[in-house]
T-cell receptor, first 115, second 113 residues
């Protein structure tokens, strides 16, 4: 079975400060990992993914994520937060070794960036 | 380039009424999915389809039916709506590739009174 945990319901950060949104996962094999963002009253938009290779993945809107196999984590980061980054963020995982499986999503973390 | 289109965007139903949510994608994606989003619950998979004419149950399939008669369309039906089905419903599609992410529609907000 595959699962994702996002331990924080909400993250608050001041504009200009670095931000981190945490994600840990559990799969029996190797993971394929994804981050999505949801703005109010919108669908989810793809930010970035980790498939293989470099543990630091760069994505849209200046976001990046670091894959850490020993800690089974895939934290989303941005060096300098913007008010417009305020949104709901979802981490998702798929087991790379299980044939085909659907993505399993975390419960989401609300990011609030204050001016 | 529309991507994934969901209709309707909003709907209010009375308990016991039926309705169908339509999802259409123009990206020639093989796989399609229906999720529901509830506060504190994240996204939960209702049903999915790996190709025209095939469907499979997800995590929370009870009370819903689906059909995939055409590759580009994936319908979600509620035969007898219940207040517990009040939610935001999202359709998504993807290529048949384990490294592929999903493309989501903008959602349908359903209220059952």
């Amino acid at each position: 079975a595959q699962s994702v945990a996002q331990p924080e319901d909400q993250v608050n950060v001041a504009e200009g400060n670095p931000l981190t949104v945490k994600c840990t996962y559990s799969v029996s094999g190797n993971p394929y990992l994804f981050w999505y963002v949801q703005y109010p009253n919108r669908g989810l938009q793809f930010l970035l993914k980790y498939i293989t290779g470099d543990n630091l993945v760069k994505g849209s809107y200046g976001f990046e994520a670091e894959f850490n196999k020993s800690q089974t984590s895939f934290h989303l980061k941005k060096p300098s937060a913007l008010v417009s980054d305020s949104a709901l963020y979802f981490c998702a995982v798929r087991d790379a070794n299980s044939g085909y499986s659907t993505l399993t999503f975390g419960k989401g973390t609300m990011l609030l960036v204050s001016p | 380039n529309a991507g994934v289109t969901q209709t309707p965007k909003f709907r209010v139903l009375k308990t016991g009424q039926s309705m169908t949510l339509l999802c259409a994608q123009d990206m020639n994606h093989e796989y399609m999915y229906w999720y529901r989003q509830d506060p504190g619950m994240g996204l939960r998979l209702i049903h999915y389809s790996v190709g025209e004419g095939t469907t499979a149950k997800g995590e929370v399939p009870d009370g819903y039916n689906v059909s995939r008669l055409k590759k580009q369309n994936f319908l979600l039906g509620l035969e007898s709506a219940a207040p517990s089905q009040t939610s935001v419903y999202f359709c998504a599609s993807s290529y048949p590739d384990r490294t592929a992410g999903y493309t989501f529609g903008s959602g349908t907000r359903l209220t059952v009174v």
